[in-house]
């Protein structure tokens, strides 16, 4: 309880006001927090009506005492700010004036609040003269949201300082300024700092001008992963307003462009990303991982009404190509496309039946379910889930069975075993894309391997902690964890010499190898990766 009677504070407040007594009055209010809701507000009510050369430093004065006190009185700073909308010329001449830090913090928060923009040179000459951090933050961030191009030179200077929090200052002043200058000043300081460029790139995803927009899209093409995987994401979340500029990238010849690309526009899902895709696929990519990215991304596009243009993907001779087409045709099938496959599949060579493993492996449910009704195709399918397939895909399409009354097929799968493998080797597989995990899954298990799989590396990095495999095989473009952080993270338990890990990845920069192998992996692999590949791989760096 306070000592002071209200009425003795509000009349003493009055009669302050009245015989223009700054001193006491400030006096009176360093007692404002003390008082109940209903007393702070008849005296702000008073102030309200005093005279503004009186009301305004006596606000000032409140507000600075807040700031070493970490309480800010929000009905003072309204006041305050109503006051400056009616007396902007006093705001400014007040800058100019006061000589006192929190004061002047105080000032230039309420020039930045109403956009005084004639506090504007009275700021930048802060810029020049002050050395204060905090009043040059303070000063950085009023300039920002004044909004003065004037100002984007003056502030970019801030983003090379020597202190964090003024980089940071700078970073949000220049987004909300946006000028075109800015957003190029903001995308020449990427790459020094991974939290750093996050804020930057978060400073484009909002403000989403054609400038932002494509300094966004240049991430694509960046030398550092963290930079390619964090701007992929934050055009995913813009979504179709990104889709124009994506598109564009799909003329150019650049794999690694193409393929982020794709990526971004399989998660978008617009529409109008179908036809630029499939003129880009009528061209017949010589890149293998580019097919497969186009067909990854089409099964994730409403593409039923032209599908059948997907089905040449199961002729294609990469095997993940074609399960990333067995994908796409599986979330678009239609009459037309069910025609197509099963005369595919009864003119497939019988020694290789690539098309039907494929739709297994990739486990298409819905092509499965209807060719299954094919005597060549189930006759097969019988044979191939009985003795080769993984048991997670015989048990999956088992019971894909018996839900859609086809009991004793069903059973036929369940009931088979496979013979018990002794001293298996253990491989973790962590990717992003199920499609992949698929393949890994088939091709580890042909192999007489264990595979674990992980579409998530957080939950690769857990279980390694307490589980350790004989090897890891990572991709590098991964949102939220990379392949070289998951690998840095990997080493804190397990040196190379125990625990080999191979990147596998569709990128081919020198520095992406660079700082992949200083993070410690064993090998890179480039995509697309075949039986072969991953055996010759582990045989080397497995004794």
Do not use: W
């Not at 190509?321 to 009459?335: F, L, P, S």
């Not at 379910?369 to 195709?377: A, K, P, R, T």
């Not at 499609?435 to 899954?441: A, E, G, Q, V």
């Amino acid at each position: 309880m306070t000592d002071i009677n209200p009425q003795h504070f509000i009349d003493e407040l009055r009669f302050d006001i009245k015989t223009n007594d700054q001193i006491k009055a400030r006096l009176v209010m360093a007692h404002l927090g003390e008082m109940d809701s209903q007393t702070q507000r008849m005296a702000l009510l008073e102030l309200s009506r005093a005279p503004d050369t009186f009301a305004f430093p006596l606000l000032v004065t409140v507000l600075a005492g807040a700031l070493e006190s970490d309480q800010e009185p929000t009905a003072v700073k309204e006041l305050l700010f109503s006051k400056a909308l009616d007396n902007p010329t006093m705001l400014a001449q007040m800058l100019i004036r006061e000589v006192k830090p929190n004061h002047r913090l105080v000032l230039a928060e309420v020039a930045g609040e109403i956009k005084l923009d004639e506090a504007t040179p009275i700021l930048l000459s802060i810029l020049s003269e002050e050395r204060d951090e905090k009043m040059l933050r303070g000063a950085i961030k009023a300039l920002g949201m004044i909004g003065n191009p004037s100002a984007t030179t003056p502030i970019s200077e801030f983003l090379y300082s020597g202190s964090v929090e003024l980089i940071i200052a700078a970073i949000q002043a220049m987004g909300m300024l946006g000028t075109p200058t800015a957003i190029q000043r903001l995308a020449e300081k990427l790459g020094s700092d991974a939290d750093l460029d996050y804020m930057i790139l978060d400073v484009f995803a909002l403000s989403q001008e054609p400038e932002a927009l494509e300094r966004l899209n240049a991430t694509l093409s960046a030398q550092h992963a963290h930079l390619r995987n964090a701007g992929k994401q934050r055009l995913t979340d813009i979504g179709r307003k990104a889709v124009p500029v994506l598109i564009n990238n799909l003329r150019y010849d650049d794999p690694d462009l193409l393929i982020h690309s794709l990526n971004v526009l399989g998660a978008i899902g617009d529409e109008s990303a179908i036809t630029p895709i499939r003129k880009l696929m009528h061209n017949d990519p010589k890149d293998a991982n580019v097919r497969f990215a186009a067909y990854e991304a089409l099964g994730q596009l409403p593409t039923a009404k032209g599908a059948f243009a997907l089905s040449q993907g199961l002729n294609d001779p990469v095997d993940n190509v074609r399960a990333a087409a067995a994908g796409a045709i599986d979330r678009n099938y239609n009459t037309v496309l069910a025609a197509g496959i099963k005369n595919m599949i009864r003119d497939e060579d019988p020694a290789e039946r690539r098309i039907s493993r494929t739709i297994m492996d990739a486990v298409c449910d819905t092509i499965f379910l209807d060719v299954i009704q094919e005597e060549s195709f189930r006759e097969f399918a019988l044979e191939y889930l009985c003795r080769q397939a993984h048991g997670d895909v015989r048990a999956h399409f088992a019971a894909l069975l018996k839900t859609h009354g086809q009991a004793e097929l069903a059973t036929a799968i369940a009931s088979s075993t496979c013979t018990e493998r002794s001293n298996v080797l253990k491989v973790f597989a962590v990717d992003d894309s199920k499609m992949i995990l698929n393949i890994y899954r088939s091709i580890l298990h042909n192999m007489g391997c264990e595979p674990v799989l992980f579409e998530f590396p957080a939950e690769a990095i857990k279980r390694v902690a307490t589980d350790k495999p004989d090897l890891i095989f990572t991709d590098l473009n991964m949102p939220d964890i990379s392949g070289v952080e998951l690998t840095r993270t990997v080493r804190q338990h397990y040196p190379k010499e125990t625990l080999p890990i191979i990147m596998v990845t569709t990128q081919n920069e020198c520095q992406d190898n660079d700082a992949a192998l200083k993070a410690g992996v064993n090998a890179i692999l480039n995509k697309p990766f075949n039986e072969q590949m991953l055996r010759a791989a582990m045989e080397a760096h497995l004794k």
